[in-house]
């Protein structure tokens, strides 16, 4: 449903989160998703001012995704795709526009071209298409049978804390989304090359029966560890400072329903590096095995002289 023209209206209804009334991290993520409507087809996300070089990928995708949702009339048409492309990186604090396209609206498929704009100049573009749910054949790769149970594996600040102090305000960073790793973390597999990684993640609280949402946080949080993927090979990560990462372009597609607040297996290998890129895979599977997003993406993987 197209939403008229109100700069102060709140689309998605923020989890009940919070505690005596301090919003949570994932009561922040929600916020920030919430675009305001400034104009037809024109949109303006927040950007929060943090300790970083630039905006987390997986926010303006995210958040172009909101942006491309809400152009949407029909309610019955979900996002099926998503192609992107990170044009230039994003200044931490600052808003960020997202102009939308109609591209085409079809009696099955609607498409839409998203372009984030920050400071006058285009940072991030989207192709987003949208399909009306269709029964039809059904076929599936297989989720890893050996996976441990997310409830038996660390969190994040479990997990990292003897190393709490190397990692300073990162380690203390609110983190929406609860990430557990399955074959070690960033720090104890450096120079062991492994072909790929488990991560198991969830929204860290209960969301909304609200679709676009669920979609929305899973497009912002498949952009957290699979470019990492692409270093496994040869032993790097992003800790060691050896190697200059930044991600290049992101495709998503979704498959079949979930919940982004219940657990979902990111199982991720590395495709190719070469030419100063490193091209990853990973299929998010539903913890009972149902294939629910696979993701594709290349980054920036220069050796630092």
């Known amino acids: 449903m197209v939403i008229p023209i109100d700069a102060t209206a709140v689309v998605f209804a923020v989890p009940d989160g ?24 024109i949109f303006r996300g927040q950007s929060p001012m943090e300790n970083r070089q ?18 949407i009339d029909e309610q019955d048409r979900h996002v099926h795709s998503l192609h992107a492309y990170f044009l230039r990186p994003g200044a931490p604090g600052v808003p960020v526009v997202y102009e939308v396209d109609r591209i085409r609206d ?32 059904e076929y599936q790769i297989d989720m890893v049978s050996d996976t441990p149970d997310p409830e038996d594996l660390p969190d994040f600040h479990s997990r990292m804390a003897p190393y709490k102090e190397k990692l300073g305000e990162w380690y203390d960073r609110p983190r929406p989304i609860d990430q557990r790793y399955v074959d070690g973390d960033p720090m104890t597999r450096a120079n062991n090359p492994l072909p790929g990684q488990r991560v198991w993640f969830r929204a860290d609280g209960t969301l909304p029966d609200d679709e676009v949402l669920h979609a929305c946080i899973v497009t912002y949080a498949s952009d957290s560890s699979l470019l990492d993927t692409a270093l496994l090979p040869h032993g790097r990560g992003w800790m060691d ?22 657990w979902l297996l ?17 299929h998010i599977f539903t913890q009972d095995g149902r294939l629910a997003v696979t993701v594709v993406q290349e980054g920036l993987t220069r050796l630092m002289s």
Do not use: C
């Not at 919070?18 to 087809?41: A, F, R, W, Y």
């Not at 498929?109 to 269709?134: C, D, M, Y």
């Open 266 to 282: 990111y199982q991720q290998k590395s495709i190719s590096t070469s030419g100063s890129r490193g091209l990853a895979e990973g």
């Open 18 to 41: 919070s505690i005596k009334g301090v919003p949570s991290p994932l009561d922040d993520l929600v916020t920030l998703l919430d675009l305001e409507l400034i104009e037809v087809n």
């Open 54 to 71: 630039r905006i987390y990928g997986g926010q303006v995708a995210g958040q172009a995704l909101v942006a491309a949702s809400r152009t």
């Open 106 to 137: 079809g009696k099955s498929f609607s498409t839409r071209r998203v372009v984030a704009i920050q400071n006058g100049k285009p940072i991030f573009n989207l192709h987003a298409s949208f399909q009306k749910r269709e029964e039809g054949l």
């Open 241 to 262: 400072g050896t190697v200059q990462m930044a991600s290049l372009d992101h495709a998503m597609w979704f498959h079949r329903k979930f919940r982004a607040d219940e």
